[in-house]
């Protein structure tokens, strides 16, 4: 699955958005929901989460060719290292909230780590799994990114 996402991609367009919070004394509510109005720009397909995560290890180490993702920290705090393949593309982003979001499009290497105890990262998927639309070798990532060099 070649594309020309790895190519346009930059990590500019990555994004942090507020999600939406209804709160009572009975706790605080954020809701996404597919369709015209979604603050995502995409109805999602699949929702995972990645939990009980060592401290010291890393999640993560790919890009998509496709797929527009976007990563909510449920529970505690880890940061996410955004890579798009130039000099001057590289980014990290905390997130520690789970009324934040982190838009990442297609074509973005990303990485997890520094998960705090007890984190829980969810992940909102624009396309259900396809293990052809992964990037996970970095040097593969850096030959589809080598024109931004």
Do not use: Q
Not at 27 to 41: F, I, M, R
Not at 56 to 82: I, N
């Amino acid at each position: 699955m070649e594309s020309d996402s790895h190519v346009k991609s930059r990590t500019s367009l990555c994004r942090l958005i507020g999600l939406e919070r209804f709160g009572s004394l009975e706790g605080t509510l954020s809701v996404v929901e597919n369709g015209p109005d979604s603050p995502l720009g995409y109805d999602v397909r699949r929702v995972f989460y990645v939990f009980d995560t060592p401290s010291g290890a890393e999640r993560g180490g790919h890009s998509h060719h496709a797929d527009h993702e976007t990563l909510v920290a449920l529970a505690g705090s880890f940061d996410v290292l955004l890579d798009d393949g130039s000099a001057d593309g590289l980014r990290r982003v905390t997130l520690k909230s789970p009324d934040t979001a982190l838009l990442i499009p297609p074509g973005i290497w990303r990485s997890m780590e520094n998960f705090s105890a007890g984190s829980v990262c969810m992940v909102l998927a624009e396309l259900p799994y396809d293990e052809a639309d992964y990037v996970r070798d970095y040097d593969e990532f850096l030959r589809l990114t080598s024109s931004k060099r």
